[in-house]
């Protein structure tokens, strides 16, 4: 399903329109700076930290689901403690249930405050003319209606945008930075807003780092721009409105990815570090290296993770016991003021 873009811009093409969004103008960043010069001091020695792994050790990390009886949102965490006597780095949240954003926010405060490790939160982000929920997050939403202001695509874009700005607001105000991963697999064409292609991806992502930033002054955040393994050339926002790149993929071996690692390296330099911000099976840290220097892996949750046919027992055990993936006893807020 196509939209003429002179048609629904009135002539304005779709990344013109992002720019005109935001008054502040974006400067790109020297190498080892975050993209946003008012970054709060937390998420400032949280990228610093980052950037000092990078090429070095690689972060283990976790998606979590909230379903699971009785272990709840720790039902992934749990099984990892169980198996290897350990916990990963990073904490994968999905801002996909508002029913869950308050507890959400809390799970992500306690583990930053009090667990000592790094919040991850990704956003499932349904239609907006339809309603929240993994399901809506596939379905068809016109990008350029909704860059046209006065029209109901616009309103309901806008609204979704403050609601979540309002919760990541909870996070900046108890001081806790977030490594925020909007608009994941956007290569893809299963998510509405991969499926229009590049351009109005790109000016949807800029529009939200614009109002995020500068409006909202949500400077506790760091941006994570995620491909899907087909990494195709034209989506990169720039530098200024990017922080960390990622690619994800989930075949079913556990090798070191380094096809689709310097795919990414192809578009993005070495400007930024490089993660693997969604995997299946967890890549074997005796492949890794300078081929295929993933700042951290962030294994899916659910049977992705739980032994079976992805991962089992013994590969978790011997990717949180290696001398590669850095756990969470292991860094003990190192990144903190």
């Known amino acids: 399903m196509t939209v003429s873009r002179r048609t629904a811009l009135g002539g304005m093409s779709a990344l013109a329109f992002a720019a005109a969004t935001g008054a502040v103008a974006q400067t790109v960043p020297a190498k080892g700076e975050l993209s946003n010069p008012n970054a709060s001091p937390e998420a400032k020695a949280l990228y610093a930290w980052l950037w000092s792994q990078y090429g070095k050790k690689t972060l283990t990390g976790q998606q979590e689901s909230i379903w699971r009886q009785p272990d709840g949102p720790r039902y992934e965490l749990n099984y990892i403690e169980r198996t290897t006597g350990k916990l990963p780095v990073i904490l994968g949240l999905d801002y996909i249930d508002p029913n869950d954003y308050n507890a959400l926010n809390d799970r992500a405060t306690k583990w930053y405050k009090e667990e000592g490790g790094i919040p991850s939160i990704c956003w499932h982000w349904g239609n907006p003319m339809i309603g929240t929920g993994y399901d809506n997050s596939k379905k068809y939403f016109d990008m350029y209606k909704a860059f046209k202001h006065g029209t109901p695509e616009n309103a309901a874009l806008v609204r979704d945008l403050r609601i979540i700005a309002d919760n990541l607001t ?12 909007p608009m994941h697999e956007f290569t893809g064409n299963w998510f509405w807003w991969g499926m229009q292609g590049p351009e109005p991806f790109k000016a949807l992502w800029i529009a939200m780092y614009k109002y995020f930033t500068h409006e909202r002054g949500l400077n506790n955040l760091i941006w994570v721009l995620g491909y899907t393994a087909e990494v195709k050339p034209g989506y990169y926002p720039g530098r200024q409105y990017v922080d960390i790149a990622g690619a994800d993929t989930y ?13 990414v ?3 993005v330099g070495d400007t930024v570090p490089i993660c693997l911000h969604e995997n299946g099976p967890i890549p074997d840290p005796d492949k890794l290296g300078p081929d295929a220097d993933w700042l951290w892996f962030m294994t899916w949750h659910s049977e992705w993770i739980m032994p079976g046919k992805h991962n089992t027992d013994a590969s978790v055990k011997k990717a949180y016991l290696s001398e590669r ?3 969470k006893d292991e860094v003990a807020g190192a990144f903190k003021l």
């Open 170 to 181: 909870v996070l900046r105000d108890r001081g806790v930075p977030v490594l925020w991963r």
């Open 251 to 263: 075949v079913d071996h556990h090798g070191p990815l380094s096809e689709m690692f310097a795919a």
């Open 265 to 267: 390296k192809a578009e």
């Open 325 to 327: 993936y850095l756990t």
